[in-house]
Nanobody
């Protein structure tokens, strides 16, 4: 049974940094893709950053240059380093994993993932 557990969320002032972690169990890294999504109140869940099995990364335009996704295969952990945070980054952040074939164009789409964590809240104040 796959389990994804996020941590590292919190409250920070604009311009600050946070690092989110996603500990995975029952899921083998390097066999599919993993990603971070976020959902703000009243908005749809959106893909933020993704990494596929060869290690290629993809970012939403809104976070390019500020967020970095990385994975530690030995620790079965996915990370999201978030720098220069803005109030509009405030959201619940979710870790996702997918082990079914999907086109590269689905890397930042929910349909590309079949396992989800419970989320960790990030709040950025101005």
């Amino acid at each position: 049974q796959v389990q994804l557990v996020e941590s590292g969320g919190g409250s920070v002032q604009a311009g600050g940094s946070l690092r989110l972690s996603c500990a995975a169990s029952g899921y083998t890294f390097n066999t599919g893709r993993m990603a971070w999504f976020r959902q703000a109140p009243g908005k749809e869940r959106e893909g933020v950053a993704a990494i596929d099995s060869p290690g290629s990364t993809t970012y939403a335009d809104s976070v390019k240059g500020r967020f970095t996704i990385a994975q530690d295969n030995a620790k079965n952990t996915l990370y999201l380093q978030m720098n220069s945070l803005k109030p509009e980054d405030t959201a619940m952040y979710y870790c996702a994993a997918g082990d079914r074939w999907a086109p590269r164009g689905w890397l930042l789409l929910q349909r590309g993932y079949n396992y989800w964590g419970q989320g960790t809240q990030v709040t950025v104040s101005s």
